[in-house]
């Protein structure tokens, strides 16, 4: 099993209340939300068409003493970030983070504003190896961007995260743009969780709509292929060179193939993207992170191998756990999936170089508490 | 071995003609007052090349822009799309990749290819 350092770049953290998310809306929105007599409050999670036939957490993450999967700092400390030797974690909420399928774009803007300072008040604080997405309402790009902005000189708020697809156009499409220039600016990668296009506002599949979870999960690798042939079509990494992007939870097998064919039709339909100088899988080996949970299991797990080794992935993947989710990888499970020679880079140096930080500061040993004389 | 395919006049602007060169199909595209050569055979699937559409060579400064370089001819073959630069032959996406170049020039109003050992 690897016992280097880590970084986990999937932490879904959640919280357990309405009040702990309204206390950091505007009076007026809290207003809003609020005083509805018995209808209770406006709902600040847009709801999942799909239910997971049992249940989305593993059941082992309820806290003790009750509450939600992830709302939980000392549980999550315990399950899962003493776990392994963590220097880094990337939280990436819960199901707030479904905020862009909103159907009212003002809210969901409000939302994504107090979702960030819920996460910095009540969690960055507790903990220094934690580290937040930049929640954004993409159904307002300009003010997602001023979103972005607003984190700039918070070096603990590290990459802006897109979930729900509101404009069903993907992610590469112009509209989106003034997320990607402040990203640029702040130096902060793009995050793309799966489900991405279709939790709360289907279709969330090509070809046509799905009827149950198992379906839709299957599938989800389908949005992210999407978004990134989507982000290199339009040129996105051409208008904002400096960009990084990274794929979360949404597999990693498919790539090669995906790349392969990408290059191949680039190469007869190039008078339709002039703006394109490079191959696409160029762009990729460039721009592009992928998260590694869930690991496709093939009978021979060679094959998976192989395949990632094909396009290079070794180099481009990224470890998270996606706790407290039910289909959560463990670093002792991958590290058995994935050859010795790979574990450092997938588990801690990708991420350093994906987030630009300091491979050999994070690596130090961590500081051992003084005895009282 | 020299080979006349005709007066310049015959030839209509901006449009490959497919001849036989010798032992090879040959198109030959005048482009204004310029004429550019080529085999009529991709080096991709050996699809016929000349049957493509020619174009000025489209490029782009910025994403959602077209802009066309009318002094650089393009080729891009019916099967697959592959485009050729007319000049050098080279694909546009790789130069590794070429369709083989006949040399061509306008003699006293006559259009001659050159074929043979180092042409066609």
Not at chain 1, 191 to 213: E, L
Request: aromatic share 10%; glycine share 8%; net charge negative.
């Amino acid at each position: 099993m690897y016992s280097g350092p880590v970084i986990d770049c999937d932490i879904h953290h959640a919280r357990n209340t309405d009040a702990e998310l309204i206390q950091y809306l505007s009076k007026g929105w809290r207003e809003y939300v609020t005083d509805r007599g018995p209808a209770g409050n406006v709902p600040l999670t847009v709801q999942d068409g799909f239910p997971n036939p049992h249940g989305f957490m593993r059941a082992d993450t309820y806290p003790k003493h009750g509450g939600e999967p992830g709302s939980d700092y000392p549980t999550m400390r315990d399950q899962l970030l003493a776990a392994s030797d963590l220097r880094r974690a990337i939280l990436t909420f819960g199901d707030d983070s479904h905020v862009a399928g909103h159907h009212n774009p003002y809210f969901a803007a409000e939302l994504a504003r107090a979702m960030n300072d819920w996460s910095v008040e009540r969690w960055l604080t507790q903990d220094p190896r934690l580290f937040s997405s930049i929640m954004v309402g993409s159904q307002l790009p300009d003010t997602a961007a001023a979103e972005v902005r607003r984190h700039a000189l918070n070096p603990r708020m590290v990459q802006v995260m897109l979930v729900d697809n509101p404009f069903n156009r993907g992610f590469g499409h112009p509209v989106f743009h003034p997320i990607y220039a402040a990203a640029e600016e702040t130096g902060r990668p793009v995050a793309i969780h799966g489900g991405a296009g279709g939790w709360a506002n289907p279709p969330s599949t090509g070809g046509g709509s799905v009827s149950t979870y198992f379906e839709t999960h299957v599938l989800w690798p389908q949005a992210l292929q999407t978004h990134l042939v989507s982000f290199i079509a339009h040129g996105v990494f051409e208008k904002y060179p400096g960009l990084r992007v990274v794929l979360i939870e949404g597999g990693s097998a498919w790539i090669p193939s995906l790349l392969w064919r990408f290059d191949t039709e680039y190469k007869g339909l190039r008078r339709e993207v002039p703006w394109l100088k490079r191959l696409p899988s160029e762009y990729f080996a460039q721009h592009v992170w992928v998260t590694t949970q869930p690991l496709e299991i093939a009978p021979e797990k060679e094959n998976v191998i192989d395949l990632l080794r094909s396009m290079h992935l070794e180099d481009r993947l990224v470890y998270s756990s996606d706790y407290p989710h039910w289909d959560a990888d463990e670093i002792e499970y991958l590290s058995t999936r994935l050859p010795a020679d790979w574990h450092r880079r997938i588990f801690f140096e990708n991420a350093c170089r994906l987030y630009e930080w300091n491979e050999k500061e994070l690596e130090r040993p961590k500081p051992v508490a003084q005895k009282a004389q | 071995m020299k080979i006349d395919v005709g007066a310049v006049a015959d030839f209509e602007d901006h449009r490959m003609r497919i001849l036989q060169a010798g032992i090879h199909e040959v198109g030959v595209l005048r482009w204004r007052d310029r004429f550019f050569a080529i085999h009529n055979r991709c080096p991709h699937q050996k699809g016929p090349v000349c049957l493509g559409i020619v174009s000025g060579r489209l490029s782009s400064g910025a994403p959602g822009s077209m802009e066309v370089d009318d002094e650089t001819p393009v080729i891009a073959c019916p099967w697959h799309g592959w485009e050729f630069e007319l000049e050098r032959g080279r694909a546009l996406w790789d130069e590794s990749y070429a369709v083989k170049v006949v040399p061509v020039r306008v003699e006293s109003g006559r259009v001659v290819l050159e074929v043979g050992k180092g042409a066609a």
